[in-house]
């Protein structure tokens, strides 16, 4: 991955991880479809008006990055039906 592109992808993780912080706009679960070594985390939030997944760990460090990407169609209607409070 460039550095730019690698740069671009912890600064739009690290914001949504603040907002699964805060609780405000992000929505998050544990994602238990297989037995992981370390508890992993699935936050659906909006990214420039489209509903992305990040998927990461929390280790004492800090937040480790496993993946950010649009949602699918399912996931997206799943975050806005539980994060429908907030659009109101």
Request: glycine fraction near 4%.
């Amino acid at each position: 991955m460039r550095p730019s592109a690698e740069r671009t992808l912890r600064t739009t993780a690290s914001t949504l991880w603040a907002a699964r912080q805060s609780g405000t706009t992000s929505r998050s679960r544990e994602d238990v479809r297989r037995t992981y070594a370390e508890k992993r985390l699935v936050t659906f939030g909006l990214l420039e008006g489209e509903a992305v997944v990040l998927v990461y760990t929390e280790p004492r460090k800090g937040p480790h990055i496993i993946s950010l990407r649009k949602a699918e169609k399912h996931e997206a209607r799943y975050y806005f039906e539980i994060a429908k409070d907030y659009f109101k």
